[in-house]
């Protein structure tokens, strides 16, 4: 794996200069970036064109692809689904789950030619196959969840004793406190925008669920955070804040918007203490908020006992609550949740139902009955409900 110098180096100077740039300390790096912000403001600037060419649909209705779909058979399989309804986007994972970005480099010189799978054979064939059917792409980022990193960098992530520490799912997270993991994924967004996807998304935007109750017990970096006179909460909900700053910054001279998935319980809280979301502050500064509003993913929130057997309501009370939030901002971001189309079958009998067209054609007319008329839908196998009515 390469070094963070290298990373540092490709992730800032990609779009500050146009040339070769020799290795630089991590300081000289961010003294260049520095440097630049303060060029006059008629000074050239670039801005990048992949070729491809996306029209912002009239709002976004869209489903969640992964790596292997969306380099195998089953890519065309959704591409004549969307074309066939009033779907519109596709949202593509190009760093997944674990942290693998799903496709490989071209460009040797790539500081992650070395770690991509080939699950995407030919990234930009496939936005050019989007491109002739209109269909919006989003490069889907997962962030701070990242197994393979942290095993890379077990510095990067969060040790117990002298292991990486893992969810009960085995996953591992890498350290928002840090620049240099910063770095790492908007190096990889920017790739993604150079190769013509139009929006970059965000998700796992945040510290590890409960990280309030194992913080102490953990070894980690806190970085520049380290000194600030506020508490821990307020730490963690700063650095999570200041990365969405910083990506959003750093993409500008792409033309590309920038989404994040956000818990939807964060926007009935001032603040996940644990996780560090804090729902006003990262709307300020995205394009896009995505709120996962799954109703399984509730519990007995909005006086509904069982959010999965009620989907309309669930959505409709969620909607109203989301709506006063954005009303508070200057320039609040586009609402674009994501909605269910799974069966939640693990929450055992009585607490779930099936899952097909009534269920998510219910929570599509509960979002637009409130004046949300973007959405998208998961479904982690990627397969879709047929036969839903998708109209705005």
């Given amino acids: 794996m390469k070094t963070m110098s290298k990373w540092l180096m490709t992730g800032v100077c990609l779009f500050l200069v146009q040339q070769p740039v020799h290795a630089q300390s991590v300081n000289e790096t961010r003294q260049v970036a520095l440097e630049t912000k303060e060029l006059p403001v008629n000074a050239p600037r670039f801005v990048f064109d992949s070729g491809l060419k996306f029209d912002y649909p009239d709002a976004v209705r869209g489903i969640y692809v992964t790596g292997p779909a969306a380099g195998g058979s089953k890519l065309n399989e959704l591409i004549k689904y969307v074309d066939e309804t009033d779907l519109n986007a596709m949202v593509v994972d190009i760093k997944d789950d674990w942290g693998n970005i799903t496709y490989k480099a071209k460009d040797s010189d790539s500081p992650y030619a070395g770690i991509g799978k080939d699950y995407i054979k030919d990234p930009k064939a496939m936005l050019k196959k989007f491109e002739d059917k209109k269909i919006y792409p989003i490069a889907r980022v997962v962030v701070f969840k990242d197994s393979l990193l942290a095993k890379e960098k077990p510095e990067w992530s969060f040790q117990d004793g002298e292991e990486v520490w893992k969810n009960g799912r085995g996953e591992a997270f890498v ?32 510290f590890p669920e409960g990280f309030e109750n194992k913080e102490d017990d953990l070894k980690y970096d806190m970085g520049e955070y380290d000194e600030a006179k506020v508490n821990h909460t307020a730490k963690r909900v700063q650095a ?35 996780i560090g979301q804090n729902f006003t502050k990262i709307s300020e500064n995205v394009d896009v908020i995505s709120s996962m509003i799954y109703p399984s993913h509730w519990t ?8 999965d057997l009620e989907p309309y309501d669930l959505v409709t009370e969620y909607a109203k609550l989301e709506k006063g939030k954005l009303k508070e901002l200057k320039t609040p971001p586009t609402s674009r949740p994501w909605l269910q189309d799974f069966t939640a079958s693990y929450l055992g009998e009585g607490n779930y139902q099936k899952y097909g067209k009534e269920e998510v054609e219910a929570q599509i007319k509960a979002l637009n009955d409130n004046g949300i008329n973007e959405y998208l839908l998961w479904n982690a196998a990627n397969r879709y409900t047929k036969g839903v009515d998708y109209t705005p």
Avoid at 190 to 202: C, D
Avoid at 254 to 266: E, W
């Fill in 175 to 206: 350290n928002p406190f840090l620049k240099e993991v910063w770095d790492y994924n908007v190096g990889i967004a920017i790739e993604a925008a150079k190769i013509g996807f139009k929006e970059i998304q965000f998700d796992y935007v945040r």
């Fill in 240 to 274: 999570v804040t200041d990365f969405v700053s910083y990506a959003k910054k750093r993409l500008e001279p792409y033309g590309v918007k920038v989404s994040v998935d956000i818990f939807g319980y964060t926007a009935t809280l001032p603040e996940a203490p644990g």
């Fill in 300 to 307: 007995s929130y909005f006086g509904i006992d069982k959010p």
